[in-house]
């Protein structure tokens, strides 16, 4: 019997009056605000304008979340286009299904479209956006905690996730692995990890976002293998993870020959943000001398402004000078 466990929602979705407010959804779209908010920071640490990542996120969410629907589609499309199923299905996506492959790499077409129109750099743009991405999917994956999906194998660990029956979609009731937790826990740690490294050793021209790619596939590789959710396998391995296996090459080649082609980071990632920056600090200082500054002189009657007038201080004393008779009589004068 097991005394310790993580208790799964009893529903996934909470009504607003008519609303409905699904746990999905909604770990998504905070993940995006904050996944934002992070990167927004970051890109003007390195030079650029203040939001300018909201800006191109206009164009990178829209795209990875079909990029995202579309993977999840195809590799489990028996789920919406087999016998019994309904194809309607498959754009219910706040019922889950969301394939971080597919939401990247469409993602980075939509990226690349608003960086174009800005004209800036895509890398650079990635290496600011990617600890914003590991920490958007570690709150993304509660989203799976909501709908009771994608745990792992049976276990009796005092961080059981504990599952809820489902006959009509075949769910077993028991304690299995929280492999969302697993994996969310594994996001936040490739962020911090991103962020250490980028400030030691001044990660540029996409490197920063290729460590993230490397470090998020090494974690997702053995989480794959705890996972018990239907799945295609290739050579005895689930799908995901042989493709964890070619992301993971790709990113530490990218590293690599990066690293030798274009060392060090870029000095400008947005034209024109410097002088904003300057023109903005000038009127700061103008604003404020106007506050501090002293009164300017009147001006004489001839036109020309008034000298301000300098007290004349008497001249001290010589002690080696003679006295004057003067003073001298008048001293006798005192002493009798």
């Known amino acids: 019997m097991n005394l310790a466990y993580i208790p799964s929602p009893s529903t996934g979705v909470v009504h607003l009056g008519p609303v409905p407010l699904r746990g999905y959804a909604f770990c998504i779209i905070i993940g995006v605000f904050v996944a934002v908010w992070l990167s927004n920071r970051r890109w003007v640490a390195r030079g650029g304008k203040a939001g300018t990542v909201a800006d191109i996120a206009v164009w990178a969410v829209p795209f990875g979340l079909v990029g995202g629907r579309l993977y999840h589609v195809i590799t489990d499309y028996e789920l919406y286009f087999g016998a019994g199923r309904n194809w309607v299905d498959a754009f219910k996506i706040w019922e889950g299904g969301l394939g971080i492959w597919g939401a990247v790499a ?176 000038e009127t700061e200082g103008a604003e404020d001398g106007d506050k501090t500054g002293a009164e300017p002189a009147e001006p004489a009657k001839g036109g020309e402004p008034a000298e301000p007038a300098v007290p004349v201080k008497p001249a001290a004393p010589d002690p080696g000078a003679s006295p004057k008779p003067e003073e001298t009589k008048a001293t006798e004068t005192k002493k009798l």
């Open 106 to 281: 469409l993602g980075a077409v939509g990226a690349w479209i608003g960086c174009r129109r800005r004209g800036i750099p895509l890398p650079a743009w990635a290496d600011a956006v990617a600890p914003g991405l590991a920490v958007a999917q570690a709150i993304g994956r509660w989203g799976n905690w909501f709908n009771q999906e994608l745990y792992g194998k049976a276990t009796d660990l005092p961080w059981a996730l504990k599952i809820d029956a489902n006959p009509e979609i075949g769910r077993v009731a028991g304690t299995y692995h929280p492999t969302f937790l697993y994996e969310s826990l594994w996001c936040l740690g490739v962020a911090a990890l991103v962020i250490f490294a980028d400030r030691k050793f001044k990660l540029g021209h996409g490197r920063a976002f290729a460590l993230y790619v490397a470090a998020y596939t090494v974690g997702r590789f053995w989480i794959e293998y705890l996972r018990v959710d239907e799945a295609h396998h290739v050579l005895g391995l689930r799908l995901n993870g042989w493709t964890s296996i070619l992301v993971f090459l790709a990113a530490v080649a990218y590293m690599v020959i990066s690293t030798k082609r274009v060392p060090g980071r870029e000095l400008v990632v947005e034209p024109g943000a410097a002088e904003d920056v300057e023109a903005a600090e």
